[in-house]
């Protein structure tokens, strides 16, 4: 009989479907699950979050429905990907190129209601718990990096890039201390010519021996409060995060994406969204554990008429070739561009292949995880002004690297793409698989400010086609 949880893998485990067989109580039996579920299966050193936030429309893109009858179905047909049998939609040409290392989950739905608006989609997604729990969640990114700490002590743990989508407010440290709040670069042009990281340099009256002076009368003062108050412990080492970046002369070349060669920006492609998740793939090389790259387009009303707005929340004429504000809208997609045009899906598609690819060509793609995610999906029919609206039935997300078996589907939608009929997974789900890549042994608790022990590993099912 084994001994530890070392001896079985979690399949292993499932499989014996009866604790009489070892020998071992059910509960016994159920601890040992939750053991081995955290031994051989952390591949992932470092995390980037792809949020491309507005509700992106699953069967304009990784769930193609062709068979739905013409009245609602999508102007955008499949193609074939590098993986036999597995079909993208022709708005992602070159990540169809890559799908051998993708794995799509088109069965992601919420079970409960009240996170099908934007901030409340957006917090969960962030989050991995509902926004309705009584005690505020923090971010996936702010427990991952409470927990694991980071390579690179001159730069903030957990970064978003640039964190100014419409939905930006809604990151969260929760309970936990606030050196684990997120980063935000901001920058609403990352091409723009004046373009620099908030917040990187010190003042010009505060620098050299006087901001040296200034972090040792704050240490000093802290260490009489520290050992017995988690805030200003937490407070501390925001502080001395702040310390290292102002001080180091590689923290703000790590944002620094022109010192990239010119072929490797046009890999990702023109304009912002390339920029934005060409920063991020610069701060996972640096060290960075956690790094969640949202984009939304800039407005330039001479070049983009019409586009006051660009994220993905197309309730009026998706299929637009260039503004969405055409006769007849309804007004709840105002400012938006059709789905199908460069500064929407068209950049989305060239960054993100280049992505992943550029990981792997870097050798590191093994040990971080890419995660492309979006707060919910669209309606399987059109409305009447000609778009699609909010949809939290059935949608898709997507994963590659550290350990991610590559060309696989994932659960399935019904035929109309409006509910799941295979493997149900939620953003629950999404957060488990997210720290078991990690290695994060989610059988202990988080704690308060007060010592309350917060238990985060029972809000979901590890998603096992991950794995």
Known sequence: MASSASQFSRRQLL???SASILGLSFPHLLALQARA?????????????????????????????????????????????????????ELLPQTAKIADKLAVVRSMHHTKAGADGHPLGTKYVLSGSHPSS?????????????????????????????????QAAETRTGFLPA??????????????????????????????????????????????????????EGMSR????????????????????????????????TGHRGACYLVG??????????????????????????????????HDFIYAK???????????????????????MGSTDQAFAALVLDLEQRGMLDETLVCFVTEFGRTPKLNKHQGRDHWTHAYSIAFAGAGVPGGRIIGASDDEGGYVALEPHTPEDYAMSVYEKLGIDRSKP??????????????????????
């Not at 003042?203 to 805030?231: G, Y």
């Not at 988080?446 to 794995?467: C, D, K, M, Q, W």
């Open 238 to 269: 925001f502080y001395a995060q702040a310390f290292d970046t102002l001080t180091s002369s590689q923290a703000s070349g790590a944002f620094d994406y022109r010192r990239e060669p010119a072929k490797i920006r046009e890999q990702y492609g």
């Open 179 to 232: 050196g684990t709040q997120v980063f935000k670069t901001g920058g609403k042009d990352l091409c723009a010519a004046d373009w620099q990281v908030n917040d990187l340099s010190p003042r010009a009256e505060n620098r050299e021996q006087r901001l040296t002076s200034r972090r040792d009368l704050l240490s000093s003062l802290d260490t009489r409060f520290v050992a017995n108050n988690r805030d200003v």
């Open 37 to 89: 579920g955290t031994t051989n299966r952390a591949k992932a050193k470092n995390v980037i979050v792809i949020l491309e936030q507005g509700g992106l429309s699953h069967i304009d893109t990784w769930d193609p429905k062709p068979e739905v009858v013409a009245e609602h179905r999508s102007a955008y047909k499949p193609i074939a990907t590098k993986v036999a049998g597995m079909q993208f939609t």
């Open 446 to 467: 988080l704690y308060t400010s007060t010592n309350r022990p917060v238990y985060f590993g029972h809000a979901g099912e590890v998603i096992e086609g991950l794995f």
């Open 281 to 314: 793939r610069r701060l996972i090389e640096a060290g960075v554990r956690f790094v969640t790259v949202d984009t939304r387009w800039p407005f330039d009303a001479k070049t983009l008429p019409g586009g006051t707005n660009l994220n993905w929340d197309h």
């Open 15 to 17: 499989r014996l479907g």
């Open 322 to 344: 260039g503004t969405c504000n055409l006769p007849g809208a309804g007004g709840g997609g105002a400012g938006r561009r059709g789905i199908g045009t460069w500064e929407m």
């Open 134 to 166: 009584p005690l505020e969640m923090p971010d996936i990114g702010s427990v991952a990096t409470h927990l694991l700490g980071t390579e690179n002590k001159n730069l903030p743990p957990y970064i978003m890039v640039p964190g100014n989508h419409e």
